[in-house]
């Protein structure tokens, strides 16, 4: 694994960690939710993979964009959108992120970057490429990052993406969350490679191993990546090595887990290692750190609370927007 | 007065729209520096420099997924691919994305991009290489379907598709590059979408139409002529928008419906005009509706088996023989 020492600045890692809290808070009221019946269908959460989103999110600028996959939450969050048009989506209502037609798969926000969340594996990369030949082409020195999990390392769609952004020299970050499950399958059993990097070297780009449980470390290899593809020098492929607590989707309790893996990466839960550096570094103490968990929690129930209060679209909805009209 | 081909009309219209719209580019797969397999953009690639005309590697859902990235990032792509037969290898992109993008995000997003594929038989191509298209797309809302036959409809469709800020399908028919039309320069203008034609006016039965199957139904109507069936044939020019109107104004004059397809009978859209009649026009029909298309089988390499699957002058007269024998 690549390792890099250098501490971030104290405010950066305090911006970090309030946002790997606004996600983990989220996301657990969120499971709630689901059990309440209030949210529908399906919901991945990303609990345990935060540092991915935020350290990546940390790297882009003004003017970058993102597209991910329908294990989102923690993206949109990491991107800026609102604890409110999440929430709001989540539950399908009028003000919603996507005015409730997207809702947990589909975070989307145009106006911060955020091109679409996907529900379909691995359909979000060759969008990714599209958007980053805008940036070659209009020259304006900006990035497109795809997130996709390990499993989305087997479809075509990786593979032509990679291949096409190799040859154009498109300024776009593949960054897949290795997060051992694809579903309810154990990678080892899908992939008969060690690290999803490796495929990099079929394509002539470079892939790069990262710790995915540190914010800091997944922020400087990606800001390398990034500098690069901001120069012109093309693609990478960037494989975070990450793991998710909770189960692949709804109510999954991951039975399919050997006995103490989970409580093995628990002890690297990203919060914790970028907590108990900043407590080690003199920037944070145990009661600070509580009272901020408290704090975001208390606001992520206030928000939750005015989102089932808030109104379902009206029915003539279903008719707009399938079309632009004009 | 010039004498303009099918194949010129599509380069024309790539040309001037490259030239009005500097965000307008144009990809796929050997049409470049080759100029295409069809030789429909030779001299686009000089023209306007490989920035804006791209090949692209053999990569159908990757180079489909990013003209949907650079369309809703501010680029106007045409993606060409080589044979309509290949749009299932593009299909998730098609129907899930490029389809949905505006729709599930709430309307974010404007998806001004236009795919080009060469469709249908007559040519010898062999089963793979020779279907047309319309009706595996026609039941996904969310994009529209061009299908010019003419050469003025070539120019003026493809020019309002590229323009039009939804994504448009334009299906070109393979056996009508060499067909060739003398025309007044000044009536190659935009075309709307959603307006079909009345090739010949006649009053004792509406056939309804596209492409080759048009030219083939305007024969059969000279021949039935002599035989004093006067018929009216339609060119539908879109497939989505659908122009309901005319199809309902003629059969209110004809009172009779024949529709011909270059396609298999199961789902074809000959289906949905045949309902469209039976539910707003039934009280004008004096006779039951014939559909003429290819039934149950499919396209044979050997030039007999190839004229005989596809509709010719002789079975779309009997049909309309037929139909107003009944
Ligand atoms: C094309 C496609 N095939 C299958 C699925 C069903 N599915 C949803 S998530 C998933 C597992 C994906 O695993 P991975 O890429 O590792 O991402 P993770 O869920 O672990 O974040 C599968 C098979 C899908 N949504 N799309
Ligand atoms: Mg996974």
């Known amino acids: ?326 | 007065m010039i004498k303009l081909t099918y194949r010129d009309a599509v380069r024309r219209a790539l040309a001037d729209a490259l030239r009005a719209d500097e965000n307008v580019i144009f990809f796929g797969e050997d049409v470049a520096e080759a100029g295409g397999v069809f030789k429909v953009t030779p001299g686009l690639y000089e023209e306007f420099g490989g920035e804006r005309v791209m090949d692209t590697p053999i990569s159908e859902e990757a180079f489909i997924g990013a003209a949907l990235g650079a369309a809703i990032t501010g680029m106007r792509p045409v993606a060409e691919l080589m044979f309509a037969d290949f749009v299932p290898v593009a299909m998730d992109q098609i129907a899930n994305q490029i389809a949905k993008y505006r729709y599930m995000s709430g309307g974010q997003f404007i998806v001004p991009l236009t795919i080009r594929a060469a469709q249908g038989a007559g040519a010898g191509f062999g089963t793979q290489h020779s279907q047309c298209v319309e009706s595996w797309l026609l039941n996904i809302p969310g994009i529209k379907i061009v299908v010019p036959g003419t050469v003025k409809d070539m120019y003026g469709l493809l020019r309002t598709a590229i323009d039009d800020n939804n994504p448009v399908i334009v299906l070109e028919h393979k056996v009508l590059y060499n067909y060739a039309e003398e025309i007044d320069e000044a009536e190659l203008t935009h075309v709307p979408l959603g307006k079909a034609a009345v090739r010949r006016v006649g009053k004792d039965i509406t056939v309804v139409a596209t492409q080759l199957m048009m030219h083939r139904s305007l024969d059969a109507a000279e021949r039935l002529a002599g035989e004093g069936i006067d018929c009216e044939v339609i060119d539908l020019r879109t497939m989505i928008p659908l122009d309901e109107e005319t199809i309902l104004e003629s059969i209110a004059k004809t009172g009779r419906l024949v529709i011909v397809e270059e396609a298999p009978h199961a789902g074809g859209w000959g289906a949905d005009i045949a309902a469209l009649a039976a539910d707003k026009g039934i009280y004008w029909l004096d006779a039951p509706v014939k559909r003429v298309n290819m039934g149950g089988a499919l396209i044979a390499y050997s030039p007999p088996l190839e004229d005989e699957v596809v509709p010719n002058v002789s079975r779309i007269a009997d049909a309309i023989r037929a139909v107003m024998r009944a």
């Open chain 1, 1 to 326: 694994m690549t390792q890099n020492g250098i501490a971030l600045p104290a405010q950066m890692r305090q911006d970090m960690l309030k946002k790997m809290l606004e996600i983990r808070a989220a996301e657990e009221r969120i499971q709630g939710l689901f059990l309440e019946n209030l949210v529908r269908g399906t919901t991945h959460l990303c609990i345990g993979q935060e540092a991915c989103s935020v350290g990546v999110a940390a790297v882009l600028q003004p003017g970058d964009t993102m597209t991910c996959t329908y294990r989102g939450h923690g993206h949109a969050l990491a991107m800026g959108m609102t604890m409110k048009a999440l929430m709001a989506e989540m539950m399908g209502k009028a003000s919603g992120a996507c005015k409730g037609k997207g809702g947990s798969m589909h975070m989307t926000d145009a106006s911060i970057g955020l091109l679409g969340a996907n529900a379909i594996v691995g359909a979000q990369l060759p969008i990714a490429v599209g958007a980053a030949l805008t940036s070659r082409l209009k020259k304006t020195g900006n990035i497109t990052v795809t997130f996709f999990g390990e499993g989305a390392a087997n479809i075509g769609a990786f593979h032509e993406s990679l291949n096409l952004a190799a040859i154009w020299k498109l300024p776009v970050l593949f960054i897949c969350e290795n997060n051992l499950y694809g579903e309810y399958s154990v990678w080892s059993k899908t992939t008969p490679v060690r690290d999803i990097a490796v495929r990099a070297s079929s394509y002539g780009i470079p892939g790069i191993v990262v710790d995915g449980q540190d914010a800091e470390c997944v922020y400087h290899e990606v800001s390398a990546m990034a500098e690069r593809a901001r120069r012109g020098e093309g693609p990478a492929l960037i494989e975070l090595k990450t793991y998710r607590f909770r189960g692949h989707s709804r109510t999954d309790q991951a039975p399919y887990r050997p006995k103490g893996e989970l409580e093995e990466w628990l002890k690297r839960d990203p919060i914790l290692i970028l907590k108990e550096r900043m407590i080690a570094d003199g920037q944070l103490d145990e009661t600070e750190f509580e009272e901020l968990r408290e704090s975001i929690d208390r606001q992520v129930v206030e928000v939750v609370e005015w989102a089932k209060t808030e109104p379902y679209p009206p029915v003539e909805a279903l008719y707009e927007d399938i079309y632009y009209e004009g």
